[in-house]
């Protein structure tokens, strides 16, 4: 079982940057591919940005590519968000995710796919 915790949300002005952090449990965080997620209201939750297990490759949704950086560190159990470049079509919840793989990082349907999820932290840009 994992339990992730998230942190860092909050209200910033178009153009600025947030630093959004996933705390995790558990003694196997190493062994899950972790990653974050975004649900905008009304519409559906969409990849963010994913990190292979040794945080050697990340992967990012080409929306965010050159403006977000995702990071993990195995020592401490935690996984990174860096949002700079903010836009006001960024606001959402964001959400920490980790999976034993790759798959619900990569389908249009991550729901019943991602292993676990945080209870997400709310990001809103203002223009």
């Known amino acids: 079982q994992v339990q992730l915790v998230e942190s860092g949300g909050g209200l910033v002005q178009a153009g600025g940057s947030l630093r959004l952090s996933c705390a995790a449990s558990?003694?196997?965080?190493?062994?899950?591919?972790m990653g974050w997620f975004r649900q905008a209201p009304g519409k559906e939750r969409e990849f963010v940005a994913a990190?292979?297990?040794?945080?050697?490759?990340?992967y990012y949704a080409d929306s965010v590519k050159g403006r977000f950086t995702i990071s993990r560190d195995n020592s401490k159990n935690t996984v990174a968000l860096q949002m700079n470049s903010l836009k006001s079509e960024d606001t959402a919840v964001y959400y920490c995710?980790?999976?034993?793989?790759?798959?619900?990082?990569?389908?249009?349907?991550?729901?019943?796919?991602?292993?676990?999820w945080g209870q997400g932290t709310q990001v809103t840009v203002s223009s």
């Open positions: 990190t292979n297990f040794s945080g050697t490759r990340t």
């Open positions: 995710a980790a999976e034993r793989g790759f798959g619900g990082f990569t389908t249009a349907q991550p729901m019943g796919v991602i292993d676990y």
């Open positions: 558990g003694r196997t965080f190493s062994s899950y591919v």
